[in-house]
Nanobody, 125 residues
Framework: QVQLVESGGGSVQAGGSLRLSCAAS????????MGWFRQTPGKEREGVAA????????AYADSVKGRFTISQDNAKNTVYLQMNSLKPEDTAMYYC??????????????????WGQGTQVTVSS
């Protein structure tokens, strides 16, 4: 059974940095899509960053380009999200997701296969 476990969330002041980790277990596919999403109460979940672990191609939401970096450690089956220059509007619950199937686009379709439980990021001004 696939499990995704996020860690690294917390509280930080605006301009600060955090690094989120997502450890995947139970996955038999070495090449897969992994992504980070975020959600705040009353809003739809939005894609933040994603990576195709087979060749390392990445995608980012416009709102985080130049500030966030997604990376992978295949030996640890872990994906990271380095978040720099954090803003109060980055405050959200951040979720890790994984999908072994071909995707027609990075964030929305098809719906991602597996999700973690989330880790809270709070950025104060």
């Amino acid at each position: 059974q696939v499990q995704l476990v996020e860690s690294g969330g917390g509280s930080v002041q605006a301009g600060g940095s955090l690094r989120l980790s997502c450890a995947a277990s139970g996955y038999t596919y070495s090449s897969k899509y992994m992504g980070w999403f975020r959600q705040t109460p009353g809003k739809e979940r939005e894609g933040v960053a994603a990576i195709y672990t087979g060749i390392g191609t990445t995608a980012y939401a416009d709102s985080v380009k130049g500030r966030f970096t997604i990376s992978q450690d295949n030996a640890k089956n872990t994906v990271y999200l380095q978040m720099n220059s954090l803003k109060p509007e980055d405050t959200a619950m951040y979720y890790c997701a994984a999908d072994s199937r071909p995707r027609s686009e990075w964030f929305v379709l098809p719906p991602w296969e597996y999700w973690g439980q989330g880790t809270q990021v709070t950025v104060s001004s």
